[in-house]
């Protein structure tokens, strides 16, 4: 039986390291690849497909709701099968079947209020060309959802060709929140953002190039929720939200464009740059050789 045993242990031990470089390489590949890497991986390792997709990030889809005549986003929070819900008509696109999964009252309230408050901030900081969807869901082992309970904020953006190099660019916002109530009037609001961003730019002097990359953020506060409604909720959340996006925005900013900025002005100095470089060297040697002497 032990050895039995053992021989299980070594292959979930195989398995996961299996899993763990499978998800290495998933965090190498640019996003504006991912998908068609994902699939290769799941050709490769069929077995390993259901942890791929529970675990790698891929960019988000839209759908139309046919019934409000409106576009939502689509993610594994308001999925059943191959349906996904509107949160504008609490409706599955395509029918699902009559078990699919609805949020509760109280949970339902909470998600319309919070998609009104939404689209006002996607429409104030995205602009033109994005979309957004916020979806509450009941957590495991809590019954009760005013004392737990989980919800989802996406924004999707496409920005549109310009005259210039840009060709094609898209921007991904998800923020997944866990709250638990704590003691008292308190509760703890768990926040997992996650930011993919894909621009693709040529022309004649630049060539072809993919700037694409992934940033995810974790943060957790406890805040005081004073009245019954959904209110409190969604200000602790939104905050929490907006603080997290500029801080994303910023570090995006630094990494991606002003780092890139430097290595390339590091690697490609023009003519009358490099001149100029050189005679400083030059000049700096003569003055270390008249100290010398």
């Known amino acids: 039986f032990r050895a039995r045993g053992d021989i299980f242990i070594s292959r979930m031990a195989d398995s996961d390291k299996k899993l763990n470089s499978a998800l290495c390489i998933m965090r190498r590949m640019a996003p504006s690849t991912i998908e068609n890497s994902l699939a290769g991986l799941c050709e490769l390792a069929p077995d390993l ?30 999925r059943d099968g191959d349906s996904f819900r509107s949160p504008w008509s609490n409706t599955y696109f395509p029918p699902a079947d009559a078990d699919a999964l609805l949020p509760s009252k109280y949970l339902r309230g909470l998600e319309e209020d919070a998609n009104a408050i939404f689209d006002v901030y996607r429409k104030l900081y995205f602009e033109g060309g994005s979309y957004s969807s916020v979806y509450f869901f009941s957590i495991e082992g809590c019954e009760d959802p005013t004392k737990g309970f989980g919800a989802c904020f996406l924004v999707h953006k496409d920005v549109e060709a ?29 926040l997992t953002s996650t930011v993919m961003i894909s621009m693709v730019m040529e022309d004649n002097t630049l060539g072809s190039c993919d700037l694409s990359g992934s940033m995810n953020k974790q943060k957790s506060e406890t805040k005081a ?3 019954k409604g959904s209110t ?10 907006e603080n997290m996006d500029h801080r994303i925005r910023a570090e995006i900013m630094e990494i991606y464009f002003s780092k890139t900025r430097q290595i390339i002005d590091g690697m490609r100095l023009s003519s ?9 060297i030059a000049a ?10």
């Open 272 to 280: 009358g740059a490099r001149n100029r470089q050189m005679d400083k």
């Open 49 to 78: 497909t259901d942890d791929l997709l529970n675990n790698v990030d891929q960019p988000l889809k839209i759908e139309s709701d046919s019934k409000a005549e409106k576009k939502f986003i689509c993610c594994d929070y308001n």
């Open 162 to 190: 310009a005259s210039g190099s840009l060709k094609k660019g898209w921007w991904d916002s998800t923020h997944v929140f866990q709250v638990n109530k704590a003691r008292g009037d308190n509760y703890e609001y768990k």
């Open 284 to 293: 700096s040697l003569k003055d270390a050789l008249k100290k010398s002497t």
């Open 232 to 241: 409190s909720h969604l200000i602790n959340m939104g905050t929490m939200i």
């Open 225 to 227: 929720v004073k009245e």
